[in-house]
């Protein structure tokens, strides 16, 4: 059974840059897309981007020009990077698989890692 | 981008009590529709996708349907376990966008 587990530092600056590391256990993360959602406090669910095995990538335009998603197959590990980051961007973070099925176009997420608290303070 | 709106925000309801929470799409979406349930601290779980598709392991309690732009999650017989916020999200065009949520509580 698949298993995501982010990870990264709970506080971060103002101008600075997230790192956040989604590891994956119980399965390759080869031949799936592996996405990063984010909610901030109180808030609903917003799609940061994904990324391919295959190396594809798809963001979210209105955090695009900010957001970096990478995959290291060998190591079972996707990344996200969001640079200058204000207190907007306070929120928890997920990571999800991607899941499809032949012949449905569409796609669903599951499963998800337990989130990671990213709070952007002085 | 294709905005989802559900309805109600909140509602309360007790143990056996039969729920609907309604997602309206402002687009046409096809069934490209999901539903999950969250907990608080917890991530969203999968309950249905492609609108009606029960997800494996879920209980039978809850049901999806719906096409076009509007779709409804149903909980025929609700559960303590089932107190929750649930959200929509469609699937039809990136970027992918979720419902609000609505709370469900006692």
């Given amino acids: 059974q698949v298993q995501l587990q982010e990870s990264g530092p709970g506080l971060v600056k103002p101008s600075e840059t997230l790192s956040l590391t989604c590891t994956v256990s119980g399965g390759s993360s080869r031949s799936h897309s592996w996405s990063w959602f984010r909610q901030p406090p109180g808030k609903g669910l917003e799609w940061i981007g994904y990324m391919h095995s295959s190396g594809s990538t798809n963001y979210n335009p209105s955090l695009k020009s900010r957001v970096t998603i990478s995959i290291d197959t060998s190591k079972n590990q996707f990344s996200l990077k969001l640079s200058s980051v204000t207190a907007a961007d306070t929120a928890v973070y997920y990571c999800a698989r991607e899941k499809r099925s032949s012949g449905y176009p569409g796609c669903w997420f599951d499963p998800w890692g337990q989130g990671t608290l990213v709070t952007v303070s002085s | ?106």
């Fill in chain 2, 1 to 106: 981008d294709i905005q989802m709106t559900q309805s109600p925000s909140s509602l309360s309801a007790s143990v056996g009590d039969r729920v609907t929470i309604t997602c309206r799409a402002s687009q046409s979406i096809s069934s490209y529709l999901n539903w999950y349930q969250q907990k608080p601290g917890k991530a969203p779980n999968l309950l249905i996708y492609a609108a009606s598709t029960l997800e494996s392991g879920v209980p039978s309690r809850f049901s999806g349907s719906g096409s076009g732009t509007d779709f409804t999650l149903t909980i025929s017989s609700l559960q303590p376990e089932d107190f929750a916020t649930y959200s929509c999200q469609q699937s039809y065009s990136t970027p992918w966008t979720f419902g609000q949520g609505t709370k469900v509580e006692i």
